[in-house]
C-alpha cells in the first residue's frame, strides 16, 4: 500500500481490515521505518513508541515553526495548546490548566454528564412496541460530549453545537492519509477557522475576566503560577485543544464501544449481568481500537531509533494502535479481551509529559454514557446495512455515524 487517504474511501470494515493489515506488515518487517511519504519515519513497536513519546527533547511536539508569518492569530492560540509545544513553555502552561482543570471540577461533572445522557435518550423517538432506530454517535455520543465540554467551559447552550463543527473542521485541516507536515494551504484554511472562533471566544473570555463563573474559563483567566496568568490568546488555545482532544475522540469512543460489544454478544452478555465491568470494556476499547491512532512528533537532532538512523527535522507518526498490538507486550492482541491482565498499558492516552490530562473524564463520560444506554435498552443491535461511516481523516478510527435498532428495556418504562 502506498496511499493511507485511500483507505477512507472503503467502507468501515474493509477499512479497518486494511489499516489494521498495514500496521502488521509495518511491525512485522521491524519497529521503525521510513515511510512512502517523504521525509516521515514511522514506528510500529511498542518499545519504540514508549521511546518516541517519553523523549520530549529528541522527539519534539513543537511544530509552530510550520505556520506561516502572516498566520499571528494562528501562532497565538497554538502556544495555548500545550499538546503542541516543549518544556519550558509546556511545564508553565500545563501547570495553569492544571490548577484550573482539578479533579474536582472533573467529578463536579458526573450528574451533568448522567442529566445530559438521560435528557439525549428521552429524544429518541420509539413505537408503542418500545422499539426504534437512531444515529447513536450523531443523536447521543457526539451531542452528548460536545455538551459536556461547552458546559465545563460555560458556553451558552445556543452554541454547543459550534463545538462538533469546530473539531471536524480542527481534524480534517489536512489531507486524509497525509503523515508529513500540512502544506500552507491547509495551515491558512485552519487559520480561518481559529480567526471565526478566537473572535467568539475572546468575546466571552473578556466577560469572564470582568464578571467571573463558575467554569473553566473563568477559573482559567484566574490562575496563576509565580505571577504568571494565561492571555486571552492562550485561553483560547486552550480550549480549541480540549475541542480536539477532549470532545470528537470521546464521542468515538462511546461508538466504538457499542460495535465492541455489538461483536461480542458474549462479553456484551456479561457486561449486561455486571454492569461494573464496564471500565475494563473501556480500557480494552482503548488498546483495541483507540479513537485516536497516532501521535507525531518532530525530530530535535539525529538520532537512532529502533536501530534506524532518523535525520534532524524528520517527522515521526508513531502509530498508537501498531504499538498496541505489539505481541510481544500484548499477549493475543488481536482479541477483544476485557480480562487482558495489563490493562492500563496502552498508549491511547500518550505518554510522559503530554499524557492527556483529560484521560479521566474521558472514561467517565465513556462509563456514563455507556451505562444510561444499557439501562435504558435491552437491546442495541448495529445495523451495518444502513450505512456505518467512520471519521475522514486517518488519524481517526470509529464511527461518526452509528445505526442502530434498539428495545426499551421493561424497568426503563
Known amino acids: 500500500m502506498t496511499d493511507l487517504a485511500a483507505l477512507t474511501s472503503l467502507s468501515y470494515d474493509q477499512r479497518t481490515k486494511a489499516f ?56 497565538s492560540a497554538a502556544q495555548g495548546n500545550f499538546l503542541g509545544v516543549d518544556p519550558p513553555h509546556h511545564t508553565r502552561m500545563r501547570e495553569l490548566v492544571r490548577r484550573a482543570f482539578t479533579p474536582k471540577v472533573i467529578a463536579s461533572l458526573e450528574p451533568i454528564i448522567i442529566e445530559t445522557a438521560n435528557e439525549l435518550l428521552d429524544r429518541i423517538e420509539l413505537s408503542a412496541d418500545g422499539t426504534g432506530t437512531f444515529d447513536l454517535v450523531a443523536e447521543y455520543a457526539a451531542p452528548l460530549t460536545a ?62 475576566r470582568a464578571e467571573p463563573q463558575d467554569d473553566l474559563i473563568s ?9 504568571r496568568s494565561l492571555d486571552d490568546h492562550e485561553i483560547v488555545g486552550v480550549i480549541g485543544m480540549f475541542v480536539i482532544a477532549g470532545h470528537l475522540p470521546s464521542s468515538v469512543l462511546v461508538g466504538s464501544t457499542v460495535m465492541s460489544l455489538d461483536s461480542h454478544p458474549d462479553v456484551l452478555a456479561e457486561v449486561r449481568s455486571d454492569v461494573d465491568l464496564l471500565p475494563k470494556v473501556v480500557e480494552e476499547v482503548l488498546r483495541w481500537r483507540p479513537p485516536l491512532v497516532r501521535d507525531q512528533r518532530v525530530t530535535a537532532c539525529e538520532t537512532e531509533l529502533g536501530g534506524e538512523r532518523i535525520p534532524a527535522g524528520a517527522m515521526v507518526c508513531v502509530w498508537l494502535l501498531s504499538a498496541q498490538r505489539d505481541a510481544a507486550h500484548f499477549g493475543r492482541a488481536e482479541e477483544f479481551d476485557i480480562h487482558r491482565p495489563n490493562q492500563g498499558r496502552h ?25 444510561a444506554l444499557l439501562q435504558r435498552f435491552e437491546q442495541i443491535e448495529v445495523l451495518p446495512e444502513s450505512g456505518i461511516q467512520f471519521h475522514p481523516s486517518i488519524g481517526v478510527l470509529g464511527p461518526v455515524r452509528l445505526p442502530v435498532a434498539v428495545r426499551r428495556a421493561a424497568q426503563a418504562g
Open 20 to 75: 489494521l493489515e498495514y500496521l502488521d506488515r509495518g511491525r512485522a518487517a521491524g519497529p521503525v521505518a521510513k515511510s512512502y511519504q517523504p521525509g516521515v519515519w514511522e514506528v510500529f513497536g511498542y518499545d519504540e513508541a514508549l521511546q518516541v513519546l517519553g523523549d520530549h527533547r529528541t522527539f519534539s511536539s513543537d511544530m509552530n515553526d510550520l505556520i506561516p508569518e502572516d498566520e499571528r492569530e494562528l501562532a
Open 147 to 208: 455538551r459536556v465540554i461547552a458546559k465545563l467551559f460555560g458556553i451558552p447552550e445556543k452554541d454547543h453545537g459550534m463545538f462538533t463543527v469546530w473539531a471536524d473542521a480542527l481534524l480534517g485541516a489536512r489531507s486524509a492519509g497525509e503523515l508529513g507536515r500540512a502544506d500552507e494551504s491547509a495551515v491558512r484554511e485552519l487559520g480561518e477557522l481559529v480567526r471565526f472562533a478566537s473572535s467568539y471566544l475572546l468575546e466571552i473570555i473578556h466577560q469572564r
Open 347 to 371: 498508549v491511547a492516552f500518550g505518554k510522559g509529559i503530554h499524557y492527556c490530562l483529560g484521560a479521566p473524564l474521558a472514561r467517565m463520560e465513556a462509563r456514563i454514557a455507556l451505562t
Open 219 to 227: 477559573a482559567l483567566a484566574q490562575a496563576e503560577v509565580d505571577g
